[in-house]
């Protein structure tokens, strides 16, 4: 079983809807990051969690230490935003285990 | 704000070559962290680099090496290339503010032939 599990593994939704994906680990970790990737490869940071809620623009991101459970909302979703979505999760190291992505397709 | 830079941004190589990638970290950032994606695959943590030292080793091959210089850039080095080397290699650049948050290059996309 992978330590980082995510879900769906592609979603198509249409122009304004909400968008929600789901990321479980298994580990012991000291933070959470989701990660943006476009289709030329570059990865941009969304967030990094350790507890809580953070909200930036249409993102929200949760996270709940004890369910080892955290989730990416995407509010009025649009064309733009289509992406791959990764959850990763930081060890004590500072090493990050990355999840299989979430390919997300938005319709105009 | 300056970010992470990787040189080349795309490298072609016959089989057999040696290769390099440069990072250049965000700046007072001084761990950098090498992880390699290959085709359709989740990225894979390569190594880092704390200070100039080695901070840790993941499934790196033993036909490449890195190292991170005086002031803080990291090249890693390829020899021997594969097919199955081929994939974007992205570096990674934390500082003493919070060595939890990782920001991320652009990546060297890096075909071998």
């Known amino acids: 079983k992978n330590e980082v599990e995510q879900s769906p593994q592609n979603l198509t939704a249409q122009e304004g809807e909400f968008i929600t994906i789901n990321c479980s680990y298994s580990?012991?970790?000291?933070?959470l990051h989701w990660l943006q990737q476009h289709p030329g490869g570059g990865i941009v940071s969304l967030f990094m969690?350790?507890?809580?809620?953070k909200k930036h623009g249409r993102l929200i991101a949760t996270i709940n230490i004890q369910e080892k459970h955290s989730s990416l909302h995407i509010t009025a979703s649009h064309p733009r935003d289509s992406a791959v979505y990764i959850c990763a999760v930081r060890r004590s190291n500072y090493q990050l285990i990355w999840g299989a992505g979430t390919k997300l397709i938005i319709k105009p | 704000a300056a970010g992470v830079i990787q040189s080349p941004r795309h490298l072609i190589k016959e089989k057999r070559e040696t290769a390099t990638l440069k990072c250049y970290p965000i700046?007072?950032?001084?761990?950098v962290y090498w992880y390699q994606q290959g085709p359709g695959q989740d990225p894979q943590f390569l190594i880092s680099?704390?200070?100039?030292?080695?901070?840790d080793k993941g499934s790196i091959p033993d036909r490449f090496s890195a190292q991170q210089f005086s002031d803080y850039h990291s090249e890693l080095n390829m020899s021997s290339l594969e097919l199955g080397d081929s994939a974007l290699y992205f570096c990674a650049s934390s500082g003493q503010m919070n060595y939890n948050e990782q920001f991320f290059g652009p990546g060297t996309r890096l075909t071998v032939l």
């Open positions: 969690l350790s507890s809580g809620k």
């Open positions: 700046p007072r950032h001084d761990t």
């Open positions: 680099f704390y200070e100039k030292m080695q901070s």
């Open positions: 580990v012991g970790i000291s933070a």
